[in-house]
């Protein structure tokens, strides 16, 4: 496809091009223009219809929607943002230096400069900060018929159209339509008559997970944003909401990884960037682990005395950490999809604890018979009698099992109740507590049981 | 919310509840009937309106469901039926126990009876098992005012009216038109002079994945699925993606957990359903590392000589699997997401490479200082040059980061490569092959440095 139309630049054949080009999709040319010369941007760029262009635009890596933005004359960019949507421009200024968001507001009507500005205002993971400005506003005393005549009249601008949102005279919101209800119903019925006023919104401030799942648990195709006096202030789209829900399961994951979230996709993120990103949490549970250090070397002399317990170290916290991490990920995951609340501690302690007991019982039986048919000669070869030190690790495995699915689903909520995120609390975090924990029960128990 | 409902059936005050649940969204009124006593479910769903009865039957829970289906007349089952579109009475057939299939198959007409059976033949994450048929399909010769005439008369019963199909005479889709396009033309417009034809549509074989990330990438509301002929069979909407997003992210943390993946929300499944889901891996993952523990007790002497050695074992291997995890969870994510293919495996094995030598560094940088301040007393005591251990530790850590980052993000590739999800080549899995690989080079660097 690129050869293709590095070809067609080739042969100037620019006709062609013009017509190749207005038959794709924006998304795909944006990703044609990353991998182009730069210098061909621009010539490929003027060739775009007017609205192909804007949507094109948006599409774009920050690098080359800074590089276009400098090489534009004043009324291409002008052109550009008039057919853009403003959550859209908002989007693209957060990515650009201050210079060029100067050159992007001049360049934008007083209407939309002050709307711009405080959508840029709300918190980083606000509704308002994802909303748009770009919604069909219908009275209660239209008739259908005047609500299809304003739609036609405003439709074009609008980000979406299905979704008509009913005011007052002071912008409150009274109620919502929709395109099919409309088309359904006889040209003449006031809107007032016909619109649903039981309108579920969302406030400015709210978080925009919330807002995802509400979209997830009402199949909206948008949603309304107002102030705290319930005044329609903008509105928020099913296609914005995709986009956030992915960013919020990656940053989940990276989270639940001991990963910083990153806010570039892999291969753009440079090596410098993607160190700074990981480094610091391995730095600080390598340090962390000075804990576990410690312990072992404060039974030094247990382990001198019985060598063979230390080939059993390794299952035991890897286990432990396995067990703990599966408990916390599935509650910091039942977090976020709002499936548990703070409430539910009790009902997930429960549930917990029967299942870290069954998962014990299993792994510890599972256990004896290994260790008793693979590694009785180590046992035998360290002095040692192998059905102790057998029933030491099991005992030891399910005395683990339980403290990890207990701190690996306790942790997150208590986490989530100071007000940080539950994801960090995930395997490495949960893994590095239970390192100590289960070393400390393992000696505990086989001090107790090998009598030393 | 419920005790007041509760107290309106006490009173039977059945007018005010009925105009009270009318009030209420489907998905408000399913998370109610999960909580009120199962004999007073049928008797709150007969007072809801026909519509709204049928889209909270949707959304209960498939206990919920069997007991009214069971307790519904035929006649109250095929009303229920018949509002319902066919996607959402295939998931819930999938549901349900074979009798109760049966039943809803005699209660619906003979061609949805045929969609279901053929939606139901298709392959559990195909695009054909989660698409619909209720689409509003047009024909080229029509005119805009026609279309509307056909939406009027059709649409009532259609997933969604916004974008409409046009297909020639062997059903063949030839284009697409949106109801803003077709509310902002012309009355007298043929629809084949202003139809999208460039459509994009997918296989009713493609992955459901691959199908939300189009979604993603294309911002659709509804997406064609056609045949090997692209013939249209059906539709998928956007509602539906949202919860394939959501479904694959849950699926994908829990495999990257070593968790199997659960069909029910966290306090829905029972203690056993979530036993038999963790124990598995964590029984994998336990008999795996008895190659740990067998190259523990293979250097038994080399411990025994050097019992300060055994204390950093929880350190080296943690970090490993901390380093390995973070490189592998990022692949792994990439690749769900689209971001990086097969074919990028040696970028990414230089990224990686790179990283894992900044991280190697200054982990090491960090351990030595650590070690020298905190852990010099132990060493000493145990009769080794701290230095020189010091100096066994912060190689190995260097080594250890660089192969568990290398192991980390080529492994998910290979999985995927072999046909299998690399999601459960996370952590967990990684960190049992980057032990036996971080303690066998300990040992290596212990026993050329130490001199034993």
């Known amino acids: 496809m690129i050869d293709e139309i590095l070809a067609l630049i080739e042969n100037k054949e620019f006709v062609k ?51 276009l933005i400098s090489a534009f004359s004043d009324k291409e960019l002008r052109d550009v943002l008039e057919e853009m949507y403003v959550d859209d421009t908002v989007d693209i200024i957060e990515e650009m230096p201050a210079n060029m968001v100067k050159r992007i507001l001049k360049q934008t009507d007083s209407e939309t400069r002050s709307a711009i500005n405080k959508i840029l205002k709300y918190p980083k993971d606000s509704a308002g900060s994802i909303m748009t400005i770009e919604y069909v506003a219908l009275k209660a005393e239209m008739t259908v018929s005047q ?15 299905y979704t008509c949102y009913v005011m007052d005279a002071n912008r409150h919101l009274i109620g919502i339509t929709t395109a099919k209800d409309l088309l359904l119903s006889d040209p003449q019925t006031k809107i007032g008559d016909m619109m649903e006023t039981n309108v579920i919104y ?36 099913v296609d914005d909401v995709i986009d956030v829900i992915q960013e919020e399961n990656t940053e989940d994951i990276e989270k639940m990884a001991a990963i910083l979230p990153s806010e570039k996709p892999y291969l753009k993120a440079t090596v410098w960037e993607t160190f700074k990103n990981r480094v610091p949490w391995l730095m600080l549970l390598m ?6 250090g410690k312990i072992i070397s404060s039974f030094e002399e247990t382990l001198a005395v019985c060598v063979a317990l230390t080939a059993f170290i390794p299952m035991l ?31 997930i302690l429960k549930k917990e604890l029967l299942v870290a007991f069954l998962c014990g019982i299993a792994l510890a039986v599972v256990n004896f018979g290994k260790m008793m048919l693979i590694d009785q000669a180590d046992i035998l070869a360290s002095g040692q009698s192998p059905v102790l030190v057998a029933v030491v690790v099991s005992l030891t495995l399910v005395a683990t099992v339980i403290c990890a699915k207990l701190v690996g689903c306790s942790l997150p909520i208590l986490v989530k109740r100071l007000g940080f995120d539950p994801a ?26 090998l009598q030393f």
């Open 17 to 67: 091009l013009r017509s190749t080009l207005a038959e794709m999709n924006a998304p795909d040319i944006a990703l044609m223009f990353d991998e182009v010369p730069q210098d061909t941007v621009l010539r490929l760029f003027r060739l775009l219809p007017k609205e192909l262009a804007a949507d094109t635009f948006v599409e774009m890596e920050p690098d080359t929607q800074e590089h």
């Open 147 to 161: 609500a299809f005549d304003r739609i036609r009249a405003t439709g074009v601008d609008k980000e979406t159209i």
């Open 202 to 237: 969302v406030d400015t401030f709210e978080d925009k997970e919330h807002v995802a799942n509400l979209f997830d648990k009402y199949d909206f195709l948008a949603m309304p944003v107002v102030d705290k006096e319930t005044r329609l202030v903008g509105i928020i789209t």
């Open 287 to 292: 340090l962390s682990s000075t804990f576990t």
């Open 317 to 347: 916290m890897g286990t432990g950490g396995n067990s703990g991490g599966q408990s916390s990920v599935t509650v910091i995951r039942a977090l976020s999809l709002g499936d548990v609340e703070m409430k539910d501690i009790f009902k």
């Open 424 to 449: 960090v609390t995930a395997s490495p975090f949960v893994t590095t507590i239970v390192d100590a924990i289960s070393l400390l029960i393992y000696f505990e128990i086989a001090m107790n049981i």
